[in-house]
DNA sequence: GCCGTTTTCGGCCCGACTGTTTTCAGTCG
């Protein structure tokens, strides 16, 4: 899929196009484009063929020809000529904070400055202070931006930021004077990584609220204290933005503080077109304002029915939502087990009786105990002598224990040459075949994605883990056609992993939306090594609800039975 | 550059805050 590509390279114009002074909304009009590009659930090229870009929304005759143009020559003419006119280092500069588009322009014609470090030269030597429109205060600030732009790692995964948000909003709720509190934000749309923490708070003590916040333990330095906001680094690294809004304010802050930008940007476009107006103070017409109290009814001025945080992204929500076609998104109770968790067998620290006891904790009624094959050493894969026994051991609880059955299963490992890594006669004997490929990243396209067609197409294979390999922050996905991937795991009635471990997330929302679009079925599984962490099934929950998942598309919303039948019609099919 | 049961041209989301200004441009979310 060159979906990415085609977004990458709009986006970069985009940046260029605004360093350049061009007209805004023509430089938007390619920033959306780069969107509804990269969260197509089709390949680019496939509509391509079929004559149908201009009919994406965004797309129209001049970038329809754009992106042929990228898919017959793997660039654009206008960005090339826009890196000869506008260096393309300065696209870094944008991401210093509180530099935009026309201080760059400026800094780069007036000093010819295209690098950071002649930048932060140029800081201390006072020549930017020199330039119309800029004065001390903004160098200062520029230098501050540097530091803090090669400080930062990005945007932090998830798993890590949102039980830290979660503590904030317990300890603000028992010790200080909130009435309503909630995480707004990427957080709250359960975006796999967030760039900070927004908390959204109404009470009639506004400053007892910011002082409790700036004592909080896990501050780091304090960069506003206001009554209305106030933005605080904590310790990992982080910002946290709180703010304050009258009850009567709740609804609209929280829709315009949880976004995301498109989104909020679709939702006042549509206020327009009825003459009204939408702002995080309510919705008005003229100077009355008619709604804001709620969320609800907000959507509810527009026209629209309430929309689910995680499908607020403009990918269709808005269209579907006129049409009262919004899907009935997975909830997180439905979840009746997980797909995907290691016990002492192989690498995991929990022995069988513990996964059992965590999670009758959680409300879960079924465990997939998937440790890895043979082969895997490093990760203790379990030698086929201990795999009866594991099967025996798991006979016998299952015998003893009522509310939650643990299911024999293995994460076999699809070696280098796509044959699997324990022999058919032992594979048939494993409950739930979960396939996944720990070895061999770099082997070419072709050759990644024929070792999963062929597991895909093994008869005793039941899923296939984590498909696309990605870790974030640490690895990209290994080079895989998923468009193959999908057709042979629907035509032969395979399932994929959505792996919920917050440094996976895979498939990810896009891709599992393509899957689950394609009539694939999901299974969420937590691949967890240590017992705490069976709690992170959630975050493969929200995965799928970003996938536009209903319950029907997960496997882990079937109660044991149900499972062990669609276990059993895998292999009763091939 | 897109888009249209008011429009094929003239619109295109909204407000807060900051800093550099003496009324506003730039940045941010």
Known sequence: M????????FNKVAALLEIKGENPYRVRAYQRAAQVIEALTTDVEELAKQGRLSKLPGIGADLAQKIKE???TG?????????KEVPPHLLTFLEIPGLGPKKVKAIYEKLGITSIEELEEACKKHKIAKLPGFGWKTEQNILKGIKLFREKTGRKPLGEILPLAEEVVRILT???PVEQIAIAGSLRRRKETVKDIDILITSTRPHDVMKRIVELEFVEEVIAFGETKTSVRLRPGIQMDVRVVEPDSWG???????GSKAHNIRVRELALEK????NEYGVFKGDKKIAGKTEEEVYEAVGLPFIPPELREDRGEIEAGLKGELPKLVEYDEIKGDGHVHSKYSDGTASLEEIMQKAEALGLSWVAVCDHSQSLKVAGGVPIKDLFEKKRRIEELNKRSKRVKLIFGSEVDILSDGSLDYPDDVLKEIEFVIAAIHTGFQQSEEQITNRILSALRHPFVHAIAHPTGRVIGERDAYELNLTKIFEEAKKYGKALEINAYYKRLDLNDINARAAKERGIPLIIGTDTHFIDQLEYIGFGVAVARRAWCEAKDILNTLNYEEFKAWLEKVRNQS
Request: aromatic share 8%; no cysteine.
């Open 2 to 9: 060159k979906n990415k590509q085609v977004a990458d390279i």
């Open 174 to 176: 028992e010790t200080s």
């Open 75 to 83: 660039t654009l003419s206008l960005y090339e000529e826009l890196k």
């Open 252 to 258: 609209a802050a929280l829709a315009y503080f949880t």
């Open 275 to 278: 003459g009204l107006k939408i």
């Open 70 to 72: 990228i898919l017959r």
